[in-house]
């Protein structure tokens, strides 16, 4: 592989502004490819790849490289050094790489490789609460695993395709898919593509869902004419699965706190044709109390640490806090109480996170079922997802049953 200089200069100013102005690598990504028009689809992968790797890695290459947080334009030119190096790239005789101990660089990789801190790149209070919660050979092999590049899946739109023929047509684009027997709606691609330029994708014919999150909505168990609570719908993924599971047949109500997120879903929906989504803001407890008793359904895709999705935020490693996951508990614990309520008596609750921390799922579950209210619920099954195991993202998810 040749460095090419527009490129690299690309990667660097990205990296500037994830590490040191504290920009998401998402929208910084998303900038850095509407830079030049001319880059054809190699180019843009280099961008989008590159700089996704470095942030994955940060620790490992600054370790490497000898330098510290708070890192400098030649800091981050170094790290970039350690990266091509070790990736056997001939690096080019530009002035910020001269002077690069290529051999000093193989031998430190061999030597931190040893601590797994460094090895995975984490921060260590990360690493201590990972092991305290799964154990030292679990969170080894999970953290190994969440430091793979993700799988691109889509998930089939019911209400528009089938996924056969979706199949067929995305072939016809030269991107090619296979179906797998544990997820029923999913198509995963064989070769990372732009999926979103594609007409089949502005036709709603799909959206890209990863695997593991498309197990929720088949777990919540919905059957079409159903009221169906969606009480932490964000920007709708799994609304959108439970909508093309109940052929457009009964009710959604989308709720969230925040409207932003609600208006991607909206044009989400129209998209995806589905019609039977109502849609709540959570400003007042008024919201929640009208449908007391009133749900076949609810779904609580609660916020949480997002120890469970590093493979596509490698970024939440530096970003994230201890206080928020503590923080994160307690409203956890708080959606659980005050939304189970909207389940009517005989209907269904699914808490779902993506995180693979038992505190955040399992033990809440525990917990709930021991309070006044929880003690109405029956648990039916839970499902502990690691990416060491399923290949694609940690998750969790819950039923229960309310009885009175
Ligand atoms: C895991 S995300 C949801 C992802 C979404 N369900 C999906 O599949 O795309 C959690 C969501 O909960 C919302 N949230 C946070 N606190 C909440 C609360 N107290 N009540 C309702 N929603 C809340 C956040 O705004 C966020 O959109």
Not at 29 to 47: I, M, N, P, T
């Amino acid at each position: 592989m040749r460095l090419h200089r527009n490129l690299v200069f690309t990667v660097i100013d990205s990296l500037m502004a994830i590490f040191n102005e504290g920009e998401y690598a998402d929208k910084v990504v998303a900038r850095a490819l509407k830079k030049d028009k001319r880059w054809g689809s190699s180019d843009r992968k280099f961008v989008a790849e590159t700089i996704y790797e470095m942030v994955r890695w940060k620790r490992l290459y600054a370790e490497i490289a000898e330098v510290k947080d708070n890192y400098d334009r030649d800091d981050i030119w170094k790290m970039f050094a350690v990266w091509a190096v070790l990736r056997g790239i001939k690096l080019p005789d530009w002035k910020y790489f001269e002077g690069t101990p290529e051999r000093k660089i193989k031998g430190r990789f061999d030597e931190l490789s040893k601590n797994r801190r460094v090895k995975e790149s984490i921060p260590d209070w990360m690493d201590e609460l990972g092991e305290k919660e799964l154990g030292s050979e679990i969170w080894s092999q999970e953290l190994k695993a969440q430091n793979q590049q993700a799988k691109v899946v889509l998930r089939v739109n019911r209400l528009k395709t089938t996924k056969e023929k979706l199949r067929a047509q995305l072939m016809d684009l030269n991107i090619e898919t296979d179906f797998h027997n544990d997820y029923e709606d999913a198509l995963i691609l064989r070769e990372r593509a732009n999926v979103f330029m594609t007409d089949l994708f502005k036709e709603g014919l799909f959206e890209v869902q990863d695997a593991s999150s498309q197990k929720v909505a088949f777990f919540l168990d919905v059957k079409p004419g159903m009221r169906v609570v969606d009480a932490c719908a964000g920007a709708g993924g799994k609304t959108l699965h439970i909508a093309s599971l109940m052929e457009n047949k009964g009710q959604i109500i989308a709720m969230d706190l925040y409207e932003s997120k609600q208006r991607q879903l909206k044009i989400r929906a129209k998209r995806n044709a589905a019609f039977n989504i109502e849609y709540r803001i959570i400003d007042t407890t008024k919201v929640i109390k009208k449908l007391h008793d009133k749900a076949d359904r609810v779904l609580i895709d609660a916020p949480c640490s997002g120890l469970g999705v590093l493979k596509r935020n490698p970024d939440s490693k530096w970003k994230l806090q201890p206080e928020f996951i503590d923080n994160i508990k307690k409203t956890q614990e708080e959606v659980l109480a005050n939304y189970s309520k909207m389940v009517k008596v005989g209907g269904k609750l699914v808490y779902a996170t993506c995180s693979v921390l038992p505190s955040e799922n399992q033990e809440q579950i525990e917990k709930f079922l021991k309070t006044e209210f929880g003690q109405n619920f029956e648990f039916i099954k839970d499902e502990k997802v690691l990416a060491k195991d399923s290949g694609f993202d940690g998750f969790y998810m819950a039923l229960l049953e309310r009885k009175k």
